[in-house]
T-cell receptor
Framework: GQQLNQSPQSMFIQEGEDVSMNCTSS?????WLWYKQDPGEGPVLLIA?????ELTSNGRLTAQFGITRKDSFLNISASIPSDVGIYFC??????????????FGQGTILTVHP | ETGVTQSPTHLIKTRGQQVTLRCSSQ?????VSWYQQALGQGPQFIFQ???????GRGNFPPRFSGLQFPNYSSELNVNALELDDSALYLC???????????????????FGAGSRLTVL
């Protein structure tokens, strides 16, 4: 099935460093979401974006909805050990038959060394 | 506020068997979506249930079917299991109003912890 192109696939960083990951698509999306998934758990919503160009922050997290509506990025500042996990972008395409059908990226595995 | 709960958490089946997975939606939510997450991949949309009817389906064969009950809980049934059906099955709930457009915030899903299915 279709997935968003998410990069990088994995990151190994030192505690305190900033992190950036992004998602791109050949299709236009009207909503972009960023989720985090810990082992043995379901994805948990971090940030939701609803308008092209929108920049939204949630604590140390900042995400932007690309102007072209085909991309989004997530930044994490001053990383801490509990940021470890898998981060997924997800998008919702326009269209009356697509209600609730999120398309997910492949995920970015984040490892933070103390 | 009760979150999304799924059962069982883990199960093992053999090829050709049938399986039923269950989901209780978050309190106040009326819509349930099911996703399949293969190892190392992002979740893939299977289908969504709203007002006890299937309301949107991903690229999955008919042997994947579901139900939604009046209390908004849901079941996912998979017949004739294949090895590739081994995955984490995630249930997610949301609140949809009658006038919600496709792009409304009601598409923000709350996920359960999933049911890990292994097909041998």
């Amino acid at each position: 099935g279709q997935q968003l192109n998410q990069s990088p696939q994995s990151m190994f960083i030192q505690e305190g460093e900033d992190v950036s990951m992004n998602c791109t698509s050949s299709s236009i999306f009207n909503t972009w979401l960023w989720y985090k998934q810990d082992p043995g758990e379901g994805p948990v919503l971090l940030i939701a974006l609803y308008k092209a160009g929108e920049l939204t922050s949630n604590g140390r997290l900042t995400a932007q909805f690309g102007i072209t509506r085909k991309d989004s990025f997530l930044n994490i500042s001053a990383s801490i050990p509990s940021d470890v996990g898998i981060y997924f972008c997800a998008g919702l395409q326009a269209g009356g038959t697509s209600y609730g059908k999120l398309t997910f990226g492949q995920g970015t595995i984040l490892t933070v060394h103390p | 506020e009760t979150g999304v709960t799924q059962s069982p958490t883990h199960l093992i089946k053999t090829r050709g068997q049938q399986v039923t997975l269950r989901c209780s939606s978050q309190s106040g939510h009326n819509t349930v979506s099911w996703y399949q997450q293969a190892l190392g991949q992002g979740p893939q949309f299977i289908f969504q249930y709203y007002r006890e009817e299937e309301n949107g389906r991903g690229n999955f064969p008919p042997r994947f079917s579901g139900l939604q009950f009046p209390n908004y809980s849901s079941e996912l049934n998979v017949n004739a299991l294949e090895l590739d059906d081994s995955a984490l099955y995630l249930c997610a709930s949301s609140l949809r109003g009658r006038r919600d457009r496709v792009t409304s915030g009601a598409n923000v899903l709350t996920f359960g912890a999933g049911s890990r299915l292994t097909v041998l």
